[in-house]
């Protein structure tokens, strides 16, 4: 609005310029954008009075990503719209029994599934800045890493705007983290990262204030996971990754409730924590379903 643009790109942090290769994955070549020269239009007619018709370009211009080496498949292409975020219906996608994910509640009587956050034994969770899509197969196939996936997809589902998280957890312990990440699962199996977020359960109800978890009590975590435009194909899976650690990308929870150190603390917990999915106490995934 007024003398603003937006622009959102397939790219990495601060990688904007002619770029389309972002990690693993290999956009078509109009994922390409010129930042250098849209900056330059922007200055020369701001600045310098210059008639390039700038101002009557679209506010936002946002890029859809869609799969990698399939031809034909939809997405992959710039959208042009007036206002962001754009249009969608919020659509749950509920954590099942057996690590299913379905858009209906659950209805078993398998209550939750179960993990551990061991802060001397964590799950593994590469560090290197912002390595960008990737095969994620190797953190999810890690002991005390939950995957819960929907069936293979019949047609195209297209996810643009945020995507939050509604976690109902409980835990053996005070404080504890949960990790959700959100991945396109291709039919040869390979399941490429999209988003993830983290959250330390003594923020849940957010950050001006400390608010500690009762032994076996079961709470809601909600939190934003992050912003995307991806469509998943038709025959792709979307998978929600959900765990408690992952370091050395994530420093591991002490899990004791006590204030947070620089320096890692000498005691820890190690933290049963359950992730419920149950009729009544059913995590889920609110995801921005464009129509």
Same mark, same amino acid.
């Given at each position: 609005? /007024? ?17 389309? *290769? ?19 239009? =922007? +200055?020369?007619?701001?600045?310098? /009075? ?47 029994? !057996?690590?299913?994910?379905? $858009? &209906? ?9 179960? %993990? ?40 195209? @589902? ?5 995507? *939050? !998280?509604?976690? %109902? ?10 990790? @959700? #990440? ?15 977020? $983290?959250? #330390?359960?003594?923020? #849940? ?6 608010? +500690? ?13 992050? =912003? ?11 998978? @929600? &990754? @959900?765990?408690? &650690?992952?370091?050395? +990308? ?13 320096? +890692? ?24 379903? *464009?129509?």
């Amino acid at each position: 609005r /007024g003398q603003q643009k937006l622009y959102i790109g397939p790219w990495l942090h601060g990688r904007f310029n002619k770029v389309n *290769k972002v990690g693993e994955m290999e956009y078509p070549e109009n994922a390409n954008f010129d930042m250098m020269t849209e900056m330059i239009r =922007w +200055f020369d007619h701001y600045l310098k /009075g210059v008639d390039n018709g700038i101002e009557k370009d679209p506010n936002v211009r946002y890029y859809a990503m869609g799969a990698v080496g399939e031809p034909g498949a939809p997405g992959n292409e710039w959208r042009a719209v007036a206002d962001a975020p754009v249009k969608t219906v919020e659509t749950p996608y509920y954590l099942q029994p !057996a690590g299913k994910l379905a $858009i &209906t509640k659950p209805a078993g009587s398998e209550a939750f599934t179960q %993990l551990t956050a061991d802060p001397l034994n964590p799950a593994k969770i590469e560090a290197r800045g912002f390595p960008g899509a990737r095969d994620a197969r190797q953190v999810e196939e890690q002991e005390n890493v939950l995957t819960f996936t929907t069936d293979p997809l019949t047609e195209p @589902v297209e996810w643009t705007g945020n995507v *939050k !998280a509604e976690l %109902l957890v409980s835990s053996s312990a005070k404080d504890t983290d949960f990790i @959700v #990440r959100v991945s396109d699962v291709y039919p040869d199996g390979r399941s490429i990262l999209i988003i993830d977020m $983290i959250r #330390r359960a003594r923020y #849940r109800d957010g950050y001006e204030q400390q608010v +500690f978890m009762e032994p076996g009590e079961v709470y809601k975590v909600p939190f934003n996971v992050g =912003w995307l435009s991806q469509v998943f194909n038709k025959g792709h899976r979307i998978r @929600v &990754t @959900v765990a408690s &650690t992952g370091a050395p +990308f994530y420093e591991p929870n002490p899990n004791t409730g006590e204030p947070i150190t620089i320096e +890692f603390p000498e005691k820890v917990v190690v933290a049963k924590n359950k992730i419920h999915h149950s009729p009544q106490n059913a995590s889920r995934i609110l995801a921005p379903v *464009k129509k």
